[in-house]
């Protein structure tokens, strides 16, 4: 079965960390570009970060450029975002998704598979 299933969110207080895994099935998850994005309560979709098949080039929204780090082991079939100097506006759900354009032009970007996402939350 095709699907990315997330883990790793949970409760972290301000300035803390967390990192998120996405565990990839049913696909050659080493040919595809992968994807983090995030929707708060009340929120649009916000893309975070991207990363290229073979870990090569990495690009980061504004937003968390600096604190947050993607990246992936391909022999595991494995996304990851660690997660750094977290704040309250970090709260929200965390999706993996795969990146369908075989050239991305982040911070546009065509997911064609996600993930069931996982709780962040970031609070004293």
């Known amino acids: 079965q095709v699907q990315l299933v997330e883990s790793g969110g949970g409760l972290a207080q301000p300035g803390g960390s967390l990192r998120l895994s996405c565990a990839a099935h049913?696909?050659?998850?080493?040919?595809?570009?992968m994807n983090w994005a995030r929707q708060a309560p009340g929120k649009g979709v916000e893309w975070v970060a991207g990363?290229?098949?073979?870990?090569?080039?990495?690009v980061y929204a504004d937003s968390v450029k600096g604190r947050f780090t993607i990246s992936r082991d391909n022999a595991k079939n494995t996304l990851y975002l660690q997660m750094s100097s977290l704040q309250p506006e970090d709260t929200a759900q965390y999706y993996c998704?795969?990146?369908?354009?075989?050239?991305?032009?982040?911070?546009?970007?065509?997911?064609?598979?996600w993930g069931q996402g996982t709780q962040v939350t970031v609070s004293s």
């Open positions: 990363i290229y098949s073979d870990g090569s080039v990495t």
């Open positions: 998704a795969r990146e369908a354009s075989p050239t991305p032009l982040w911070p546009q970007y065509d997911f064609d598979l």
């Open positions: 049913g696909f050659t998850f080493s040919t595809y570009a």
